[in-house]
């Protein structure tokens, strides 16, 4: 402590060279791997040198001999140190941790190994601004604390491999969370229905059977996506949708205010005020009267079969008894824009203010249509409410959904989820980012996490992004990553007063994130019944009805592409009627939906509209 004389049991060495963020230290003492554990010095032990006016703590990054040869009695040894902040005395004599240097060390001042009370003063500051989320691994009797505004308010990441605790991380926190913000609103994206029971009766849990999306909240790109199956649209008949859909929300509105219903060859989409994108209701059987009227009109055959495919593959999703969400009563009420949003986030919260939204029982081409409105439901609330209610939109398997590769994917869903890093915070709308692949995941994305939590991860590639998104000095300390055990993790960034190496507390087993349908796979035999079948079933067609797993395979992946061969699944019934209504792609001259790679060409075109 400044002031204070150092204890000789924990001095080490002394300064001997300084620059601008590192010091290098001569140690006195041997290196010695049988010393006890707080003496011994090594890569990541905090030291502090004692100046006049301030401990300035650094990191340990290195240990050698210098140019000689290592181990021979009578060489000093050298341990180079990054320097990260000061312990300084305050105007009321307390002793308080700031970031950054102002006093520098001068050669030859004393060096120790940070104590327990230095790394309390650090760390174990309870208060209203940080929760506790686990214990120190440099000494596990203090807690391990981060600065909740800091970590929400410049969203966080949590990356490490499959299995090393990173569902259960999160679940740690966001009990924090909850516990600390009850202002906040929590929005879970969890893929693999996992975190249902993990915050209890404090949050809603939304699926596809008590989930209301109408499809008129889909923008354009979205809709296109859902009509179309989560392949690109065919160009002409995207056309005649952006033609139509205004018309359709033009004819609702009219409805509504009681005027005359306009006869259909009356409407013209330029004097609409509406664009494809205003989220308002219209009818789906507005739009396949207008598409049918319009091809009613037509003489050419060719002209015509587009509009028959694109009324077919309407009808076809419409009826589609996996899309319920999104078409089922989907006019009833008018105008629920109003009520969706309340549900979705929990407006007023009725002291559930999170939702954990469940994506494994909704059919796997339309997640990301899906994800999309909802991340960009989420910013434009804030957005338009300006940030009234503070939000975390919180991303499970985020490299899913905004991936790196522009080639994979669904654009719109990277572009919400883009929109709230970069300007999310403006709104007080918050991100949080989970994967096991960080590497995968835009990595415009990763550089807007202002707090970054890494848990054991073995890919190069993985960890060098975590490297040159740690800004912090302590990049050194990544050396560990490979090497973390379960619940480890280390926390970098605004959140934490240092770059801290420290073990997520632990939680208690019922509230372990683990998919429903297995239970850690010790299932008593007993309980096998009909519900958890049921359960799998749903599951598992959720994840192999789709024609095209867009979203990729994972290590958890519950999903094994439908081979093509044996029943007739919704795919193959689609494209029979699809070939009813349009005999020239029955003869193979034109395939009726073109796979997502070969075509991206079209969907960029799409995607400039
Ligand atoms: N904080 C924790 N408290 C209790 N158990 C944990 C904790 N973290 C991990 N575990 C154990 O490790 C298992 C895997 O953790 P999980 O969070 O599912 O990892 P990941 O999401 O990285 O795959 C859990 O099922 C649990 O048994
Ligand atoms: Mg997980």
């Known amino acids: 402590m400044p002031g204070s004389p150092v204890d000789s049991l924990r001095l080490v060495g002394h300064v001997f060279s300084v620059s601008g963020s590192q010091a290098n230290i001569r140690l006195t003492g041997p290196v010695r791997s049988e010393l006890p554990d707080d003496r011994r010095i090594t890569v990541g032990k905090f030291l502090a040198m004692r100046t006049l006016r301030s401990s300035v703590v650094g990191v340990v990054t290195d240990v050698d001999t210098g140019q000689k040869p290592a181990g021979e009695a009578g060489i000093p040894l050298t341990a180079r140190v990054d320097l990260l902040g000061e312990l300084k005395e305050g105007k009321g004599g307390s002793v308080r941790f700031q970031r950054g240097i102002t006093d520098y060390p001068v050669i030859g001042d004393e060096v120790d190994l940070l104590g327990s009370d230095d790394l309390r003063r650090i760390y174990d500051t309870a208060s209203a601004d940080t929760i506790n989320i686990g ?30 605790g990173k569902s259960s991380g999160v679940a740690v926190i966001l009990r924090q969370v909850l516990e600390m913000r009850p202002d906040l609103r929590i929005f879970l994206i969890d893929p693999h229905n996992e975190y249902g029971h993990s915050f209890r009766d404090r949050a809603q849990v939304l699926n596809p059977k008590n989930l209301k999306l109408p499809f008129w909240l889909f923008n354009f790109e979205e809709t296109v996506d859902v009509f179309f199956r989560g392949r690109p649209g065919l160009e002409e008949e995207v056309e005649i949708l952006s ?82 969400f999104m078409f089922d009563n989907a006019n ?57 209610v503070p939000l975390l939109f919180a991303c499970e398997e985020a490299h899913r959904y905004a991936p790196g590769d522009k080639a994979i994917g669904f654009g719109p869903t ?58 912090d000095a302590a990049a050194g300390l990544l050396a560990f990553v490979p090497s973390l055990g379960t619940r480890e993790v280390f926390a970098f960034g605004e959140g934490v007063a240092l770059p801290t190496r420290l073990r997520f507390s632990e939680l208690a087993a019922e509230y372990i994130p683990r998919s429903e349908s297995v239970s850690s796979g010790k299932i008593d035999t007993a309980s096998v019944d009909a519900t958890l079948i049921e359960r799998v079933v749903e599951r598992w067609r959720g994840a192999t009805m789709g024609n095209r797993h867009r979203l990729g395979t994972t290590t958890q992946d519950h999903g094994t592409p439908t081979p093509e061969t044996g029943s007739t699944t919704p795919l193959e019934a689609e494209r029979s009627l699809l070939r009813a209504a349009a005999p020239s792609i029955a003869s193979g001259k034109a395939p009726p939906v073109t796979p997502a790679r070969q075509d991206s060409d079209l969907r960029a075109r799409l995607l400039r509209k």
């Not at 359709?248 to 509504?256: Q, V």
């Not at 006869?263 to 005020?273: A, C, V």
């Not at 986030?345 to 409105?373: C, H, I, K, W, Y």
């Not at 939590?453 to 040159?468: C, G, L, W």
């Open 135 to 164: 214990q120190l691994q440099q000494d596990s009797s203090i807690g391990a604390r981060i600065k909740i505004d800091d970590m929400l308010g410049k969203h966080f990441a949590l990356f490490g491999s499959t299995g090393v």
């Open 243 to 324: 033609q139509v859909i205004p018309q359709a929300k033009n004819m609702f509105a009219n409805a509504r205010n009681g005027e005359v219903q306009h006869s259909l060859r009356k409407l013209d989409s330029s004097t609409t005020g509406y664009t494809v994108d205003t989220p308002v209701p219209y009818r789906l059987s507005d739009l396949v009267s207008l598409i049918d009227e319009r091809m009613g009109k037509l003489e050419n055959r060719s002209t015509t079969t587009r509009y028959g495919r694109l009324a077919a593959r309407i009808e076809m999703v419409r009826k589609d008894p996996r899309y319920a």
């Open 332 to 388: 009833v009420g008018g105008d629920t824009m109003v009520e969706v949003i309340g549900q979705l986030f929990r407006l007023p919260a009725n002291g559930r203010p999170m939702t954990v939204m469940q994506l494994a029982g909704f059919p796997a081409e339309v997640v990301d249509s899906v994800v999309s409105v909802l991340g960009r439901m989420a910013f434009e609330f804030g957005l338009w409410s300006d940030g009234a």
């Open 414 to 471: 990277r572009k919400a989820i883009s929109r709230i890093a970069k300007e999310g915070r403006k709104y007080r709308v918050f991100l949080a980012v989970v994967t096991q692949r960080p590497a995968e995941l835009d990595s415009t994305i990763i550089s807007q996490c202002s707090t970054i939590f890494a848990m054991r991860m073995a890919n190069e590639r993985d960890q060098n992004i975590i490297r040159s998104a740690v800004s």
